[in-house]
């Protein structure tokens, strides 16, 4: 059922309990329009827009990307050195190497 009509001079949206709208144009000279979204609760799925197609692919993408993001484990972070203080680890002893034999 409608609950407001629209203007035919000034394109407003008017309850339907008012006689005529704030520009002068009284109810009988406008028709009755269809309340907001019932063409599409009547349609199936395919009569949807494809912007409405669009955004529910990004908004299935982006609940998907952070899905994964909570899921994935991270990779660890780097010890920041505090106060220019760092760490020397000891040279590890180069790797011995057995002499090669002489040709007689």
Do not use: N
């Given at each position: ?8 001079r000034c394109h407003r949206r008017v ?90």
């Open positions: 059922m409608a609950t407001t009509w629209e203007c035919p309850p339907l309990r008012a006689a005529e709208c704030h520009c002068g144009t009284p109810r009988p000279a406008a028709g009755t329009i269809r309340p907001f979204g019932s063409d599409i609760s009547k349609g199936s799925a395919r009569d949807l827009p494809w912007q409405v197609w669009a955004w529910l692919g990004v908004l299935v993408l982006a609940t998907l990307f952070g899905i994964y993001r909570l899921i994935r484990p991270g990779r660890p972070d780097p010890i920041v050195p505090i106060l220019g203080h760092v760490d020397q680890r000891p040279a590890s002893p180069p790797p011995k190497t057995q002499p090669t034999p002489r040709a007689k």
